[in-house]
Protein backbone atom coordinates (compact mmCIF):
# COMPACT_ATOMS: atom_id res chain seq x y z
CA UNK A 1 0.00 0.00 0.00
CA UNK A 2 0.97 3.48 -0.63
CA UNK A 3 1.19 6.33 2.31
CA UNK A 4 1.03 9.79 1.64
CA UNK A 5 1.55 12.38 4.36
CA UNK A 6 1.09 16.50 3.40
CA UNK A 7 2.89 18.79 6.27
CA UNK A 8 3.82 22.66 5.88
CA UNK A 9 -0.28 23.82 6.25
CA UNK A 10 -0.48 26.66 8.80
CA UNK A 11 -1.40 30.48 8.96
CA UNK A 12 -0.09 32.63 6.27
CA UNK A 13 -0.91 36.56 5.60
CA UNK A 14 -2.19 37.78 2.33
CA UNK A 15 0.24 37.74 -0.07
CA UNK A 16 2.47 35.49 1.84
CA UNK A 17 3.69 32.39 0.98
CA UNK A 18 4.00 28.43 2.32
CA UNK A 19 5.29 25.23 1.00
CA UNK A 20 3.59 22.04 1.36
CA UNK A 21 5.30 18.81 1.03
CA UNK A 22 3.55 15.33 0.50
CA UNK A 23 5.71 12.54 1.47
CA UNK A 24 5.47 9.25 -0.37
CA UNK A 25 6.40 5.62 0.98
CA UNK A 26 4.90 2.16 0.35
CA UNK A 27 4.58 0.49 -2.88
CA UNK A 28 4.86 2.77 -5.41
CA UNK A 29 4.80 2.29 -9.07
CA UNK A 30 7.70 3.40 -11.06
CA UNK A 31 5.50 5.73 -12.89
CA UNK A 32 2.89 8.03 -11.32
CA UNK A 33 1.38 10.91 -10.71
CA UNK A 34 0.50 13.17 -7.81
CA UNK A 35 -2.48 15.44 -7.51
CA UNK A 36 -2.86 18.10 -5.09
CA UNK A 37 -6.87 18.54 -4.08
CA UNK A 38 -8.00 21.72 -1.93
CA UNK A 39 -11.20 21.84 -0.29
CA UNK A 40 -12.72 24.79 1.97
CA UNK A 41 -15.90 24.28 3.96
CA UNK A 42 -19.08 23.93 2.40
CA UNK A 43 -17.20 24.32 -1.34
CA UNK A 44 -16.83 21.05 -3.19
CA UNK A 45 -13.27 19.48 -3.50
CA UNK A 46 -11.40 21.07 -6.05
CA UNK A 47 -7.80 19.63 -7.90
CA UNK A 48 -5.17 22.70 -7.56
CA UNK A 49 -2.58 20.54 -9.73
CA UNK A 50 -1.40 17.39 -11.35
CA UNK A 51 2.42 16.28 -11.94
CA UNK A 52 4.14 13.19 -12.49
CA UNK A 53 7.42 11.69 -12.94
CA UNK A 54 7.09 10.32 -16.62
CA UNK A 55 6.31 13.64 -19.35
CA UNK A 56 6.52 16.03 -17.23
CA UNK A 57 3.43 17.62 -18.18
CA UNK A 58 2.22 19.66 -15.07
CA UNK A 59 -1.50 21.20 -14.68
CA UNK A 60 -3.01 23.62 -12.73
CA UNK A 61 -6.01 24.77 -11.12
CA UNK A 62 -6.36 28.41 -13.05
CA UNK A 63 -7.13 30.76 -10.34
CA UNK A 64 -3.51 29.42 -8.85
CA UNK A 65 -1.72 29.52 -12.24
CA UNK A 66 1.42 31.86 -11.61
CA UNK A 67 1.44 31.71 -7.66
CA UNK A 68 1.25 27.96 -7.14
CA UNK A 69 4.40 25.43 -8.65
CA UNK A 70 4.47 21.88 -8.00
CA UNK A 71 7.26 19.77 -8.26
CA UNK A 72 8.51 16.21 -7.24
CA UNK A 73 11.66 14.91 -6.27
CA UNK A 74 11.69 11.25 -6.83
CA UNK A 75 14.95 10.35 -5.51
CA UNK A 76 13.27 11.76 -1.80
CA UNK A 77 9.91 10.36 -2.82
CA UNK A 78 8.80 13.85 -1.46
CA UNK A 79 6.06 16.18 -3.91
CA UNK A 80 6.06 20.35 -3.24
CA UNK A 81 3.42 22.63 -3.64
CA UNK A 82 5.19 26.06 -3.73
CA UNK A 83 2.13 28.72 -2.46
CA UNK A 84 3.10 32.64 -3.63
CA UNK A 85 0.66 35.01 -3.37
CA UNK A 86 -1.37 33.47 -0.75
CA UNK A 87 -5.17 35.05 -0.58
CA UNK A 88 -7.79 34.08 1.35
CA UNK A 89 -9.49 32.12 -0.87
CA UNK A 90 -6.94 29.90 -1.00
CA UNK A 91 -8.14 28.79 2.76
CA UNK A 92 -8.73 25.49 2.65
CA UNK A 93 -7.48 21.79 3.90
CA UNK A 94 -4.94 20.50 1.16
CA UNK A 95 -4.74 17.37 -0.14
CA UNK A 96 -1.74 15.15 -2.03
CA UNK A 97 -3.09 11.91 -3.84
CA UNK A 98 -1.37 9.51 -6.14
CA UNK A 99 -2.35 7.41 -9.08
CA UNK A 100 -0.19 5.41 -11.80
CA UNK A 101 0.76 6.72 -14.75
CA UNK A 102 0.84 10.25 -15.83
CA UNK A 103 -1.71 13.18 -16.00
CA UNK A 104 -4.31 12.28 -17.91
CA UNK A 105 -6.22 15.68 -19.84
CA UNK A 106 -8.50 15.50 -17.31
CA UNK A 107 -6.44 15.66 -14.47
CA UNK A 108 -8.54 16.99 -11.48
CA UNK A 109 -11.07 14.12 -10.96
CA UNK A 110 -11.06 12.44 -7.52
CA UNK A 111 -11.59 8.87 -9.07
CA UNK A 112 -8.48 9.65 -11.30
CA UNK A 113 -6.41 9.30 -7.88
CA UNK A 114 -6.41 6.14 -5.86
CA UNK A 115 -4.29 6.74 -2.78
CA UNK A 116 -4.82 9.54 -0.49
CA UNK A 117 -3.23 11.42 2.33
CA UNK A 118 -5.40 13.26 5.42
CA UNK A 119 -4.63 16.51 4.16
CA UNK A 120 -3.07 19.40 5.71
CA UNK A 121 -4.75 22.76 6.43
CA UNK A 122 -3.92 25.73 4.93
CA UNK A 123 -5.66 29.46 6.11
CA UNK A 124 -5.04 33.00 4.82
CA UNK A 125 -5.95 35.15 7.36
CA UNK A 126 -5.42 38.76 7.89
Known amino acids: QVQLVESGGGLARPGGSLRLTCTIS????????IGWFRQAPGKEREGVSC????????YYLDSVKGRFTTAIDNSKKMVYLEMNGLKSEDTANYYC???????????????????WGVGTQVTVFS
Open 26 to 33: GDTFDYYR
Open 97 to 115: ATEGGFCPPIWNKEWEYTN
Open 51 to 58: TSNTDGVT
